[in-house]
Structures are given as C-alpha cells and as structure tokens.
C-alpha cells in the first residue's frame, strides 16, 4: 500500500511511523490518561485497514486525519490534544514556505500528484518542470494573497474548485476563439516582427502555427481556429501557380491550352494544401509553448461558413486533406503510426453532409474513418446548435467550442452582425453537487438552502477571477489585445470592456450530478422521477447566472466542468468529509457535469438523446460521449451514430481506443490492472509491459485525448467504463 506525502511523492505506508507518533503523544500525558500499547496497536491496525478499503492511496494529511478520528474514539482526549498540537506546530513551520518541498520533489521527478496532474504533460520536460514551479509560486500567493480565507478553504475541502490557480497570479484568461481571419487579411506582428498578409496557402499556414504557439504562451485554456479562415488563401496559391506554369511552359517553349495550364496548376495547389495541412499537423504537435506542452489548439471544419462556389470547394479540399492526415497519424519514436492529442478537430454535420445523396457526404464518410481509428473528429450537429444557441435577432448561430466543450454566447458586434471569434473565457469555478447533496443529509430543503449559499461562494470567487482581468493593460500580450488575436487595442489601453457586455464570458461549473441524485432520490438522473430533479437543479444554476449577469452586465453562463484530475480531489474530498456511501462517494471520482455514469449500462442512442436535454440547459460547455469498441470494420455504424447526432444533439464524440506497446509491437487496448500494491497501472495484454515509458495510449478523458496517462481516481472512471454500441 502506497501513501501520498506532502510534497507529492509517493512512498510504501509504514504501520510502524503510526504507533510511534502515537506513542509520542501519549508519553506527554499524565499516566492515568495514557493509552495501553494494545489501544495504541488497535489505533494503527483500524487505520492501515481503512486506508486499505479506500483503493487508493491516502495523503499524509487523511492519515492523520484518521489517527486523530481512531484516539478520540477511545474517548483519550488528552493524548488527541497532544497529537493535534504537534501536527499544528508542524503545519506552522511548513506554511512559513509552503512551496519548498513540492518543488524539489517535481524536479527529483517523483512527486506523483504533479506527474499526474495534466495528460498531456510530460513532468521530467525541463519546461514543463519551470512551468510546474511558476505554478507552485502562483498558488502559493493565491492562497496566502490574493483570495479571501473562506473561498480557498471551500476550494481545498472540495466543496468548490477554483480552477488554475496556478495561473492566477498572473493577469491571463481562460480560453478564446482566434480570429485568424483578421490576423491573416490584415496582418499580425509577432515577436515584434511584421507578418503581412500571405501570398500563399502554405505561408498562410505557417503564420497561422507560429501565432497559435504565441496565443498558448498568453492565456492557459484552449484556442480554436477556423480551417474557413484559411481556404480564402488556396485561391491565392491557384492563381500563382497559374501564372508561373503558363510561364514555365512558354520559357520553354511549349503551346498548350489554357485548361491544360489549369491542370498542372490545380496538381500544384494539391500539393501545397497537402504540404500546409501536414505543417499545420506537425508543428502544433512538435511546439512547445511556455506552459509546457504542444499548444491545445481544436481546428473547426464548417463547410457552411463560406458561401457556395469556389471558395466552399477550397475549404472542402483542406477539409479532406485535414481528416486524412488525421488518419494517418504521426510517428512515435519507434516509427509507429500513432494517435497525437492534438489539434483537437471538429467537424460540423449540416444538411450537405449528412445524407448518403448529400454532395460532401464523402467527407462525413472520411470523418467516420478518422474517428473509428484515431478518435477525431468531434461533430457539432448545426441544426441543434442554431436551435440552441440563438441571438438577440432571433437568429440561430454555429460556432467552434474554445477547448475542450466552452462555448460562447451568442453575440453581435456594434454593427449588429454576429462577432465569434476574438472572444473568449474569462476564467471557470466549479460547484461540487455531490458535496451540496451530502451536507444537506438528504433533506430537501436543506438541499436547496445550501445549494444557494453555495452558489453565492462560487459567485464571489468568480468576482475574483473577474476583477483579477480589469485594469489589465493590453501590453501582458500583444498578440491577443494589440495584434488581432482577440482585439486591436492600443498600447497602454486596458481590457476592461472586452469584460463586458457579453463580448467574453465566465463560467460556474457544475460536477456530480449522478452522484447529487443517487443521494438525494435513491436513483440515477436517467430514472424519470430523478431526472425532474436533476433539470431542476440544473436550470436553479442557470437562473442564478441569470440574475448576476443582469445585475453586473457581466456574461455568466453555465458549464459542463471536464474534471480531468479534479474528479480524484473531489472524490477524496467527499470521503474524507462524509466516509464512503455507495454509488456516492465509494469511488475515486466523480460524474463529469451531467454525463449519465461511466458504469451504468446504456445504448448510445438512449444516452445521447437523454443528455442532450442537459446540453440545453448548459449553455457556457457541454459535450456527450459514446463509449464503442473497434470499429474499424464497421464504419456504417459509425455513420448511423454521427446521423443521429445530428439529429438529436448539439454536440458529441466516439470514443474508441488507439494504444501501442513499444516492446512487444501489440497494436490494440492496453489494459488497466490492480498491481500488488493497489495501485491501477497500465499493462499490455500480450507482453505484460507495464512501463508506461515504453507504451503510447491514446484516451479522451475531458472532451480531449490525453497521452501522458491519468491519476488514480482518472484511471479508475476509464477503467470502469462499459460500453454503448
């Protein structure tokens, strides 16, 4: 059995350090009110066998906690005042500098909270490693600094989360919608280098990789870009290559028709879509920003946001050019095809793609491909999305999420036309259902009287994060304020209205809703007398963004918390607060916002037609799931589930599994197993690898691919996962 210690590493959990800090205490009492060394044995066997029941490995911290709970049960009040006194004096000694031992032990490379924290960081990078310290740093001051006592207790007892406080500190938003469009027609300036507007496709590309990396150096969420933003420049690549064959010919020459001049050039514009796309595809991998990783970047495929004609066939052409690429994948370190995490693509299902007669149903066809092999793309049904996401005119609209599942609201611009991209998140708090649920003791009154209390903490941690952006001057990242990305404001000028007004947002999320119901109602939210609850709850939370937003002009909205490592801290959380309660908080994580549970047996159609009534309700980020098989060999099936996403959702995803094993070559699932110490590694199924060193597995977690493998309570929910097809 393995214990977490304070500064993140794990080490084997030793009965013997135990007794002995109980024995400590007891020897500074009085006599008559000393433990026998038979209850001081009991103390430590009753503790190992509770962290033993648990299934994961306990802090220093929940030990003690324990300890303290196993002494006072034997009514010696004495000895747990001793105890207690010598874990105060400790926990006084570790604030006076309270980011020391984290850091050293993630730069020893053996703190398991921080290896584990994001799958798509490597921990022993040497810059993922600076990103790790600045973070530590910035918590560190956020705690102690810049947010009241009671909004970082609730965050550390798991009763709210208040989401990257290790980039707090800094004046950075959450997420954005690029606006490529302005940048490319009107030109950019990176790194104080004037970029005009590019006279070629394959140039457009480049500056478009070169400005997602400096976007991702800005802000710390996702960013989207629009494949519509950059067809426009296949155009400008057809007429040059159109120029300079008519030129190569008559140099040399040659008298051929003006068709057969168009020919060879339309070969060269394939070829430099191909060269742009596979730019596009490996230098988003191979960047890294100063956070650490590639940049998380999604790449929106809507054929639709282009008239019809030439410029529709362009983006189409890039389009397909995109998901083949895609389903190549890319090359490991042994030379093996394998799945990257990013770009994260979306592809837009619409009426001219979606039926076997439509013209671009070859497309959704090469989408289905894609997705049964290597899990992208995502699809966005449009005629869902104009239905919910409707603007002031009445008019529907479609449009990117800005990372994993964030969206906007709908807006429109001071000439009154709808405005998407350059906008963005101003930053995400989530509410933890399940703790409301618990604390109220199942009594419903008490369920809505706390839940209100707790909405208003979430509320003024939100205010934070809020009041953290204003007065921001437009110099802390030129690119996004000055240059384009998201405004062309002048130097020295602040951000505040882009605050306002609902040109940006800030979300409330909201996690554990199935578990909120079990304890509640006794059932699932799929039982109809419990979903009523559920829809109840869910619109109480949209109404109380509602309220804010009318009363601070600021856009509050409703969102779908991902919960990538949050799900561990939760559910740890809820165990140490109200002990494990089946379906509730008996295992090491919790339900991702709406989402029907991993473990609970469901069709996909059933599942995707019963969570898109939430998705309505979660306006600020939602996404669905299925859970399939290989499908490789069965693509008509895959067809019929994005059709019917199109019919019946806004937006959903495939999951399938994509792994390799480096020292066997085992292409297929790799398996989640319990090791002798409790612990769930990963092992191939045909040799037994468990170095996870030595093996690429590929698994969307949050509403995009991890590589870097999960913690505990994250392996467990993959692990636990049944499937819908």
């Known amino acids: ?5 304070r500064s993140g590493s794990e080490d084997t959990f030793d009965i013997k350090k135990i007794y002995n800090a109980v024995y400590k205490a007891n020897m500074e009492v009085v006599h008559n009110e000393r433990l026998s060394n038979e209850q001081i044995q009991q103390i430590s066997d009753n503790v190992e066998n509770i962290c033993n029941d648990m ?131 009107n030109g950019t300036v990176i790194s104080e280098t004037m970029l005009e507007k590019p006279h070629s496709f394959s140039t ?35 007429e040059k290559f159109v120029r300079k064959v008519r030129e190569e010919f008559e140099n040399a020459g040659i008298e051929v028709s003006e068709e057969k001049i168009k020919d060879v050039a339309e070969q060269r514009v394939r070829e430099e879509i191909k060269d742009g796309v596979q730019m596009i595809q490996y230098q988003v991998i191979t960047l890294m920003t100063t956070n650490g990783q590639a940049p998380f970047v999604t790449v929106f495929m809507y054929l639709d946001e282009v008239p019809e004609g030439r410029l529709r066939e ?7 050019e995109v998901l083949k690429q895609r389903m190549q994948g890319v090359k490991n370190e042994k030379g093996v095809w394998i799945t990257p995490a990013f770009p994260k693509l979306i592809y837009v299902l619409e009426e001219d793609n979606i039926h076997e007669d439509s013209k671009y149903w070859y497309l959704t066809q090469l989408a289905a491909k894609c997705t049964a092999k290597r899990m992208v793309p995502d ?16 008019q529907g609209n479609c449009f990117p999420c800005m990372g994993c599942r964030s969206f906007l609201t709908a807006y429109r611009d001071e000439n009154d036309k709808p405005k998407y991209y350059g906008r963005f998140n101003q930053g995400v708090v989530t509410i933890n259902l399940v703790d409301v649920a618990c604390s109220s003791n199942g009594d419903m009154d008490k369920f809505w009287k706390i839940l209100e209390d707790r909405l208003e903490l979430c509320h003024r941690a939100l205010r934070c994060r809020h009041e953290r952006l204003l007065g921001t001057p437009s110099d802390v990242a030129p690119i996004l304020w000055q240059y384009g990305a998201l405004a062309r404001l002048k130097k020295g000028e602040v951000i505040d209205k882009l605050l306002y007004g609902g040109y940006s947002t800030i979300s409330l999320g909201y996690a554990g809703l199935y578990e909120m119901c079990v304890y509640m109602t006794g059932k699932s939210h799929t039982d109809p007398e419990a979903k009523e609850f559920a829809l109840d709850v869910m619109q109480k939370l949209n109404d109380a963004c509602a309220v804010w937003k009318k009363a601070e002009n600021i856009d509050y909205s409703l969102y779908g918390t991902p919960l990538e490592s949050t799900t561990y ?79 019946n959702i806004m937006y959903a995803e495939l999951n399938t599994k994509s792994d390799y094993c480096q ?50 309570g994250r392996t467990q929910e993959i692990k636990d996962r049944v499937l819908h097809l």
């Open 204 to 238: 457009a590309c480049n500056i478009a990789t070169q400005a997602i990396a400096q976007i991702a150096s800005s802000q710390y969420g996702g960013q989207s870009i629009s494949l519509a933003h950059l067809a426009p420049f296949v155009q400008v690549s057809r």
């Open 314 to 320: 362009d983006l189409a052409l890039v389009t397909e």
């Open 569 to 647: 801290k939760f559910s740890k959380c809820l165990q140490k607060r109200f002990g494990k309660i089946k379906n509730v908080t008996d295992h090491n994580y919790i339900t991702n916002s709406y989402h029907v549970n991993v473990r609970e047996k469901i069709d996909a159609f059933t599942k995707l037609k019963f969570e898109s009534d939430f998705q309505r309700l979660s306006p600020g980020g939602a996404i669905s799931y299925v859970e399939v098989p290989d499908m490789l060999n069965n693509i008509p099936a895959v067809l019929k589930v994005i059709q019917y996403i199109y019919d």
């Open 379 to 394: 699809y966005i049904s449009e005629k869902k999305m104009k239905e919910l996401k409707v603007d002031s005119k009445g």
């Open 663 to 712: 020292c066997c070559g085992y292409n297929g699932q790799i398996e989640i197993i319990t090791d002798e110490d409790g612990k769930l590694v990963w092992k191939c199924p045909n040799c037994g690898n468990t170095d996870q060193d030595k093996m690429n597995v590929a698994r969307r977690t949050c509403g995009y691919i991890g590589t870097q493998f999960w913690n505990q």
């Open 1 to 5: 059995m393995k214990i977490i210690k």
């Open 55 to 185: 299934n994961r490995s306990l802090s220093v911290e929940e030990i003690q906690d324990l300890v303290e709970n196993q002494i006072m049960n034997l009514r010696a009040f004495s000895v747990a005042r001793k105890y207690i006194t010598y874990r105060y004096k400790r926990a006084l000694v570790r604030k006076s500098n309270s980011t020391d031992e984290q850091i050293l032990s993630l730069l020893e490379c053996n703190n398991e909270e921080v290896k584990q924290e994001n799958s798509n960081k490597n921990p022993t990078v040497n810059s993922v490693q600076r990103d790790y310290m600045a973070g530590e740093v910035s918590k560190d001051i956020t705690k102690r600094l810049l947010l009241p006592h009671d909004i970082v207790e609730a965050h550390e007892q798991g009763i709210i989360h208040f989401h990257d406080a290790d980039y707090f500190a800094q004046h950075m938003h959450n997420c954005c919608l690029v606006n490529l469009e302005d940048m490319l027609q």
